[in-house]
């Protein structure tokens, strides 16, 4: 298989990177670019509980057992090997791995470190790796990923979200990051969207190059959805909302 196609989501907490994250694997499916690795590498991983999956083993928990006695019979390699396999959520079009807890308060490199083995391992049986990170844009580096295909940037729909947004945007070369592509959803808007937002929405557009490849409105369904704990893979193709996040998927990546 070819080099598979990263998608990151990047934006403050609060914006619904992993509600679009669940959206998106849903939509990837659904147009049939899989098999997709989607990677929850916020330490507070929750996006699980959107899919309706359990987590059996992170790579956190991976990467402690490694570090302590391996069995007799089998080599470090191996032993890693066979761990991140059991670590993998296997559904139908999609693989799920969870990065989990740090080692210790404040410390996130040395599982990040891990997780970046892990991911190089495994990319080469994926067309798409699909990343929902934690608030901030430095652990991208961090986690090996500095080829990315599609940079989404995630906002909510006040000024200083998309302000926030236009930030996160900017200080990606001094990461040197290199991103084939970067976009602005902003999520939870209201509709008709206010003058007011659409405006800063365009003075963002316009100074930080950023182009917008759409508004995602509130959805009571949702928020029902969550709340329910029913996954969001299993969300009614005809939803509103869900029409509407597709329309904006396709904008990003074709409607083909």
């Not at 997709?36 to 402690?64: F, S």
């Not at 308060?105 to 891990?114: D, H, I, L």
């Not at 029913?230 to 509103?240: A, C, H, R």
Request: negative net charge; hydrophobic residues 45%; aromatic residues 4%.
């Amino acid at each position: 298989m070819a080099t598979p196609r990263v998608i990151a989501l990047a934006g403050k907490g609060g914006t619904g990177k992993t509600t679009t994250a669940a959206l998106l694997l849903k939509y990837l499916v659904a147009r049939q670019k899989t098999p997709v690795l989607l990677v929850d590498a916020d330490p507070n991983a929750n996006l699980n509980e959107l899919l309706g999956l359990k987590v059996g083993l992170t790579v956190g928990e991976v990467r402690k057992e490694i570090k302590g006695e391996i069995p007799a019979h089998i080599s470090r390699d191996q032993f890693m090997e066979m761990k991140l396999h059991q670590a993998l959520i296997e559904e139908t079009g999609f693989d799920l791995l969870v990065m989990g807890q740090p080692d210790g308060p404040g410390c996130y490199c040395a599982a990040n470190q891990f997780l970046a083995m892990s991911m190089d391992r495994l990319a080469s049986n994926y067309q798409y790796i699909l990343v929902d990170n934690e608030a901030g844009m430095e652990h991208l580096s961090r986690l090996n990923l500095t080829a990315i295909d599609h940079l989404l940037v995630l906002s909510d729909p006040s000024a200083r979200g998309v302000m926030t947004a236009g930030r996160i945007a900017e200080i990606i070369k001094p990461l040197r990051l290199k991103v084939a592509a970067k976009w602005l959803i902003v999520n939870r808007t209201p509709e008709p969207p206010p003058a007011a937002l659409v405006s800063r929405i365009e003075e963002t557009v316009r100074e930080a190059g950023l182009p917008l490849a759409g508004l995602i409105p509130a959805s009571d369904d949702l928020v029902n959805r969550e709340l329910s704990g029913d996954s969001y893979l299993g969300l009614d193709p005809g939803l509103p909302v869900l029409r509407q996040a597709y329309a904006v998927f396709d904008r990003i990546f074709g409607a083909g």
